[in-house]
């Protein structure tokens, strides 16, 4: 028999330990931002205690409008910052890490659990690191909508019927046969008995997806998450990944892929003037300019103006040997 899974853990522990009672020589700070967090929020903050000797949790509060400040206050030695002024994650941070008292910290995400011995692990290699960030696993707790409503195949899980419906069918059934297709397999021969298959919109069932207790079943490796589709939210992602790496790193392959996978999407979105973007990098870290996806034309169009572009640019050329002369007679020349 396995161990509790990662899940049961999430939703029995109850006890509050507070580790800096037992440790209080090794308490360090602890830095976590939130905007916001998921029901698991508290959990978290009690597996963190209990591992942690947590001289202060130092909370970086972007404008977090559920109760995740009300949570916190169950806890002891809470200091929250407000950072709802700051735009960017990165830049909290630094905030955050600037009002670190202890030698040593830890930086955590909101919705983290931290299992037992992390800690202790994770401290044995401060001899060898000077930043260093431990393994993880995903655990996926998401009510996913997978979009059958107008799938012609059936999916099996949650159905009813009638057992007439299936008297010619079981007979036919050998056992070599139906293995994780069987949903496909009884509405096809169900529907050539001349009978009617079909699907409740009206109401759902839940559909778990973990790994199993027991050994006979596969264990699952991945999962794909995609977030709901925000043009843009992407686009102002897009630019904070691509500028911030190109501002404050030299090219690596790696970093090249992770400015220009987000760069290209910027350019089907028609969202970025590669003109000016070219000449942005040019004057903030030019060592980028040969590896982005960017083709020599696209660097040299200066872009069109817009109508109400050239009626400005109009206006300013008209007005410009008038403040020309205004300037004059306000500052004359000595």
Excluded at 238 to 249: D, M, N, R
Excluded at 289 to 309: A, G, M, N, R
Aim: positive net charge.
């Amino acid at each position: 028999m396995k161990e509790d899974s990662i899940f049961r853990k999430y939703y029995k522990e109850k006890k509050f330990r507070d580790r800096k009672n037992s440790s209080a020589n090794e308490a360090i700070d602890v830095i976590i931002p939130i905007i916001d967090t998921n029901e698991l929020f508290k959990i978290n903050i009690t597996s963190i205690y209990r591992e942690i000797p947590v001289n202060r949790l130092i909370i970086g509060n972007g404008g977090s409008e559920d109760d995740s400040l009300e949570i916190l206050k169950e806890f002891p030695r809470v200091k929250i910052i407000d950072q709802t002024k700051n735009r960017t994650l990165g830049y909290c941070l630094t905030e955050l890490i600037s009002l670190v008292e202890t030698d040593w910290f830890v930086y955590l995400h909101s919705d983290v659990y931290i299992p037992e011995k992390w800690y202790d692990e994770m401290k044995k290699n401060k001899d060898k690191y000077d930043w260093f960030e431990s393994d993880y696993r995903v655990t996926t707790l998401i009510n996913v909508n997978p979009g059958i409503r107008d799938a012609k195949r059936a999916y099996s899980g949650g159905q009813m019927g009638k057992k007439e419906a299936f008297k010619k069918i079981v007979p036919k059934i050998d056992d070599d046969y139906l293995y994780r297709n069987e949903d496909i397999i009884f509405k096809e021969l169900i529907e050539k008995e001349g009978f009617k298959w079909g699907r409740v919109l009206e109401t759902q069932f839940y559909h778990q997806v973990m790994n199993k207790k027991g050994e006979k079943e596969q264990e699952f490796e991945r999962v794909d998450i995609q977030l709901l589709h925000d043009k843009q939210w992407e686009i102002a992602t897009f630019l904070k990944q691509v500028k911030g790496i190109i501002k404050y790193t030299s090219p690596k392959s790696y970093l090249i892929y992770m400015v220009n996978q987000p760069l290209r999407a910027l350019k089907w979105y028609k969202a970025i003037n590669l003109y000016e973007f070219t000449k942005w990098v040019e004057k903030t870290n030019r060592s980028w300019l040969e590896y982005l996806d960017i083709s020599e034309k696209e660097k040299e169009k200066e872009p069109t103006p817009t109508p109400i572009q050239k009626v400005y640019n109009g206006i300013k050329k008209i007005l410009k040997p008038l403040i020309k002369k205004l300037d004059s007679l306000i500052n004359p020349k000595k």
